[in-house]
């Protein structure tokens, strides 16, 4: 007589963005990770890229001030059809949330079902967006299990919008470890010579990341500098160095771990506005490259920890970091270090235990 398997226990992610950023990548992690412990995991949303099961609930544009008002009015259509997606499935045994719109207006359904947890991938929004929805958000956070944080920075701007009797978390984010590149064949292909000083920017080429202070630093510091990403100032910032041989803006590029192996430093020059977990800092810190970072992000403690360097942001600042051979000057064996300590076996193991599942098992008696 055959014995049937206990069924797999099934995840959903509810989430929907037009965008394609460091959360969006963030929760594609998540749903590989869960995976990989043989849970089931469904997408109730759209997300660009994501590879995965999903079903559309025709959601509209993700919240924003331009967008909250046809948002809000839509709420009852897309409660109606995320119920009948749900009703017509198998049962879940968690939900994972990560916007804004699915927290406030899903949260109570949801919870009804199975336990529910938001991640939070960035401080609360500021101006006149997050005056409007604060009060919407501490209502719907009075029926989550659990708030989930990608920083302790986060964490604090979270607690002072959400229900004080809300269990807040801490799981900082994790990146597979990189495997080795070809440190002199990356330099090469740049015209970058052995002996010389490499560093590197990535990230979205706008105002609040500051690209120009990073290569101005570079520049100040007699370095090179690779500047990965695309946005609204790369045009501009091509303009101003189109004829200088020490800058290569490369555009956006899904070989960010090649320009770090070759590099000796990164500049995280973000004002931090926004900024929930600098993922780059971490990609940086598997290849033992340190980080040199404006004071004014917010994220001093954890660039200190990663065995990077704070300045002012100011390029002759920054360039005297970069220049700083000593003993106080930035370590990539203390960037390494950190680097071990976000592995995505804890990470994963962390967001297991916060969705309220065995640890490792994909398998029960039954549903939740």
């Known amino acids: 007589m055959k014995i049937d ?18 959360a969006e990548i963030y929760i594609q992690r998540l749903k590989q990770q869960l995976e990989e412990k043989g849970y089931a995991v469904t997408l109730f949303g759209d997300l660009v890229g994501f590879d995965g099961e999903s079903r559309s609930i025709g959601a509209g544009p993700k919240w924003g001030l331009r967008t909250l008002t046809v948002g809000l009015l839509s709420l009852p259509q897309e409660r109606g059809r995320l119920l009948s997606a749900l009703n017509s499935d198998q049962p879940f045994a968690a939900f994972s949330l990560h916007f804004k719109r699915e927290q406030i207006a899903y949260t109570r359904l949801l919870t009804k079902r199975a ?50 009797s809300t269990p807040i978390s801490v799981i900082e984010s994790a990146v597979a470890r990189p495997n080795p590149s070809d440190r002199e064949a990356t330099r090469a292909k740049y015209g970058v010579t052995t002996d010389a000083r490499l560093c590197v920017f990535v990230g979205r080429l706008t105002a609040r990341k500051r690209p120009q202070l990073a290569i101005e630093a570079a520049l100040a510091a007699s370095a090179v500098i690779l500047v990965a990403g695309d946005g609204p100032e790369r045009a501009r910032l091509e303009s101003l160095y189109r ?37 780059v800092l971490l990609e940086a810190s598997w290849h033992s490259v340190p980080t040199v970072a404006a004071s004014d992000s917010g994220f001093a403690t954890m660039v200190k920890s990663a065995g990077g360097v704070v300045t002012e942001p100011d ?10 051979d ?19 076996s804890d990470w994963s193991t962390a967001h297991t235990i916060s969705l309220g599942l065995p640890i490792g098992e994909g398998k029960t008696d039954g549903y939740a």
């Open 5 to 22: 398997e206990p069924p797999t226990q099934r995840v959903a992610i509810v989430a929907t963005t037009e965008y394609h950023g460091g």
């Open 115 to 164: 336990r529910t947890v938001w991640v939070e991938h960035g401080t609360f929004p500021s101006g006149l967006f997050g005056i409007i929805i604060r009060p919407l958000y501490w209502l719907a956070s009075r029926k989550v299990s659990e708030i989930v944080c990608v920083s302790e920075l986060v964490a604090r701007s979270i607690a002072q919008r959400a229900s004080r």
């Open 243 to 279: 004829n200088n041989p020490d800058v290569h803006l490369i555009g956006q590029t899904d070989d960010v771990s090649s320009l770090l192996s070759a590099a000796d430093y990164h500049l995280w020059t973000s004002d931090g506005v926004g900024e929930g977990f600098p993922t």
């Open 315 to 324: 390029a002759e600042a920054m360039a005297v970091a970069i220049l700083d």
């Open 326 to 344: 000593s003993e106080h000057g930035a370590s990539g064996a203390s960037a390494l270090a950190w680097a071990k300590q976000h592995t995505l």
